[in-house]
Structure formats: structure tokens, C-alpha cells
């Protein structure tokens, strides 16, 4: 079956740096793009950032862009989200996805980050 499993968030204070991973399991991960997506309280969720099924492109939100940074190595099946500069706004539960045909299809547990001092 397929799995998600998120790792890396917690507390940083404004303008750290934390790095979500994504560990991927029951299915042939090279085969797929992955995204990132986001939702922090009363907020609708976001998609934060997404990566082709061989790493060769990469888009992002416009609120993230160039001070994060998604990645993938698919020999260790894992996706990754490097986050700069955080922002108290950067503030949510982090969500790693899977997409088929441009649209998530399994989801990770998500992981919290929080930017505070």
C-alpha cells in the first residue's frame, strides 16, 4: 500500500531554516511528480511547492518562492521541502502528496511547523 511519511517540522524562530523529508513506500516512486502542500488554522490549504517524476522541474508558490526549495532522490524514495528565511505566515501543517495525472492521490500524516519566537 502506499505510504507517505513526513518528518521535520517543529519550532523555529523567524528566519531559520527547518527541512521536511518525505519518505515514500508501495509504489515505484520515480514514476511520479510530488508535491508539498501546506494548510495552516482557518486557512484553506496550499500548494507550496512540486517536483517532475525525475527532479528536472520544479514550481512554487508564489509566497515560498526562493526561499524554499523542493528536491527528490529516487534511489532513497524521498522528497524533500528546504525552507529559508521562514516567516510567522510560513506557520502550518506540511503535507507531502503524490500526483497522478497533475492531482494528489495519497497524502502524508503532515508534519507541523511553527515559526515564532
Known amino acids: 500500500q502506499v505510504q507517505l511519511v513526513e518528518s521535520g517540522g517543529g519550532l523555529v524562530q523567524p528566519g531559520g531554516s527547518l527541512r521536511l523529508s518525505c519518505a515514500a513506500s508501495?509504489?515505484?516512486?520515480?514514476?511520479?511528480?510530488m508535491s508539498w502542500f501546506r494548510q495552516a488554522p482557518g486557512k484553506q490549504r496550499e500548494l507550496v511547492a512540486t517536483?517532475?517524476?525525475?527532479?528536472?522541474?520544479?514550481n512554487y508558490a508564489d509566497s515560498v518562492k526562493g526561499r524554499y526549495t523542493i528536491s527528490r532522490d529516487n534511489a532513497k524514495k524521498k522528497v524533500n521541502l528546504q525552507m529559508n528565511s521562514l516567516k510567522p505566515e510560513d506557520t502550518a501543517v506540511y503535507y507531502c502528496t503524490r500526483l497522478r495525472f497533475g492531482a494528489p492521490d495519497y497524502w502524508g500524516q503532515g508534519t507541523q511547523v511553527a515559526v515564532s519566537s
Open positions: 517536483i517532475t517524476s525525475a527532479g528536472g522541474a520544479t
Open positions: 508501495g509504489f515505484t516512486f520515480s514514476n511520479y511528480a
